[in-house]
C-alpha cells in the first residue's frame, strides 16, 4: 500500500511540474502498453507454474464460480447503493 | 462492440503469456517477482501523472463524498454473494467461502494468507487446498474485471467497474476505469477503493480463517 501511495504521490508531483509540457500527452499510450506487458508477464507467470496449472481440473470450475459471485455481488451492492443513495444515476461517470 | 475492442489487446497478451508460460518458452527474468511489481509501480505513477496535470485535485479536496462508501458496497455484495457457495459446494464451510470471497481479487495476499492462517485450524492439506481455490478464483476475478470492464462501466457506470474491480482497481484496472468512464475524475475514487479494500483483506480473512 505505501508503495502505491509513493508511487502515486511521485506520479502527482511529476504530473504537475510537467503539465505545460507534451510529455503528459504520452501517459495515456504509455499507460496502455504497461497494461498489455503486465498481462503478458502475468499469463506467462501463471503457465510456467504447473502445478496451478495441474490444480485446474480440481478446482477450476469451483473458483470460477467463486470469481463469479463476487462479481455479481459487486454489482448487486453497487446497485442497490445507486439506487438507495444516488438517486439511480450514473454513478462516477 | 467497442468494448471488446478495447480487451481485446489485453486478453491476447494474456493468453500468449499463458501458451508461452506452460510451454516454458519464456526467459526467466520475465519471471521474477519484480517485474510485475515494477509494471504495477509505473502504472500508478503513471495515473498520478494524469492527476497531477488536470485540475482534479482541486475538486477533489471538495470535502465528503458519499461516494467513498463504495468499498464497503463491494465488501458486502462479495461476501454477500460468495456465501452462496455453501448452498453449491459440499464440503465447503461458510467460513471457507467468505475467505475465498475476501480476496476481492488481491489473489497473492489471499492465496497466502488463507494458506498460512488456515493451517492452524485444520491442517496443512485442507489449508493448502482453500489456498488454491482462493488463488483460482481471485485470479479469475480479475480477469473478468479486465476482460469486462468497458461492459460492466457502460452497463453499470464507473461505480459498478470500479467495484468489480476489486482490489485492482488502484492499478491493474485503473486506466481502463479511467478511460471507459472518460473522466479523470473516478481515479481518486477508484485508489481509495483500492486502498480501503487493501486494508479489509487481511482483516476479513483472519476473521473467517
New interface residues.
Given amino acids: 500500500m505505501f508503495r502505491i501511495l509513493f508511487f502515486l504521490m511521485a506520479g502527482i508531483g511529476a504530473g504537475y511540474l510537467l503539465r505545460r509540457t507534451r510529455l503528459v500527452k504520452f501517459t495515456g499510450q504509455a499507460t496502455r502498453i504497461a497494461v498489455v506487458a503486465l498481462l503478458f508477464v502475468f499469463g506467462a507467470s501463471i503457465g510456467a507454474n504447473g502445478e496451478l496449472i495441474g490444480s485446474l481440473s480440481r478446482f477450476g470450475a469451483q473458483a470460477a464460480i467463486f470469481a463469479l459471485l463476487g462479481v455479481a455481488g459487486s454489482l448487486f451492492a453497487v446497485g442497490m447503493a445507486r439506487h438507495l443513495f444516488f438517486n439511480g444515476k450514473g454513478g462516477a461517470r | 462492440m467497442n468494448a471488446i475492442k478495447e480487451s481485446l489487446?489485453?486478453?491476447a497478451?494474456?493468453?500468449?503469456?499463458?501458451?508461452?508460460?506452460?510451454?516454458?518458452m519464456?526467459p526467466s527474468w520475465?519471471?521474477s517477482h519484480d517485474?510485475?511489481?515494477v509494471?504495477?509501480?509505473?502504472?500508478?505513477?503513471?495515473?498520478?501523472?494524469?492527476?497531477?496535470?488536470?485540475d482534479d485535485?482541486r475538486t477533489m479536496a471538495h470535502g465528503f463524498n458519499?461516494?467513498l462508501?463504495?468499498p464497503l458496497?463491494?465488501v458486502?455484495?462479495?461476501?454477500?454473494?460468495?456465501a452462496?457457495?455453501v448452498l453449491?459446494?459440499s464440503g465447503r464451510s461458510l467460513a471457507d467461502?467468505l475467505a475465498?470471497?475476501s480476496?476481492?481479487?488481491y489473489y497473492s495476499l489471499s492465496s497466502v494468507l488463507i494458506a498460512d492462517l488456515k493451517s492452524v485450524t485444520a491442517g496443512p492439506e485442507a489449508a493448502t487446498?482453500l489456498a488454491?481455490?482462493?488463488?483460482?478464483?481471485?485470479?479469475?476475478?480479475e480477469m473478468?474485471?479486465?476482460m469486462f470492464l468497458p461492459l460492466?462501466s457502460k452497463v453499470?457506470?464507473?461505480?459498478?467497474a470500479?467495484?468489480?474491480a476489486?482490489i485492482n482497481s488502484?492499478?491493474?484496472c485503473l486506466?481502463?476505469i479511467v478511460?471507459c468512464?472518460?473522466?479523470r475524475?473516478?481515479i481518486p475514487?477508484a485508489?481509495f477503493h483500492?486502498?480501503a479494500l487493501?486494508?479489509s483483506v487481511p482483516m476479513l480473512i483472519g476473521a473467517f480463517c
Fill in positions: 489487446p489485453v486478453f497478451a494474456f493468453a500468449t503469456g499463458l501458451v508461452l508460460g506452460a510451454g516454458n519464456v520475465l519471471l517485474l510485475p511489481m509494471l504495477l509501480s509505473l502504472l500508478v505513477f503513471m495515473a498520478g501523472m494524469g492527476l497531477g496535470a488536470g485535485l458519499p461516494k462508501l463504495l458496497c463491494t458486502i455484495g462479495s461476501l454477500l454473494f460468495s452462496a457457495g453449491l459446494f467461502c475465498v470471497g480476496g476481492f481479487g487446498e488454491t481455490v482462493a488463488l483460482l478464483a481471485n485470479i479469475v476475478r473478468v474485471a479486465i460492466f453499470g457506470g464507473g461505480m459498478a470500479i467495484s468489480v476489486g488502484m492499478d491493474v486506466p481502463m478511460r468512464a472518460g473522466d475524475q473516478v475514487q485508489l483500492g486502498i487493501e486494508v
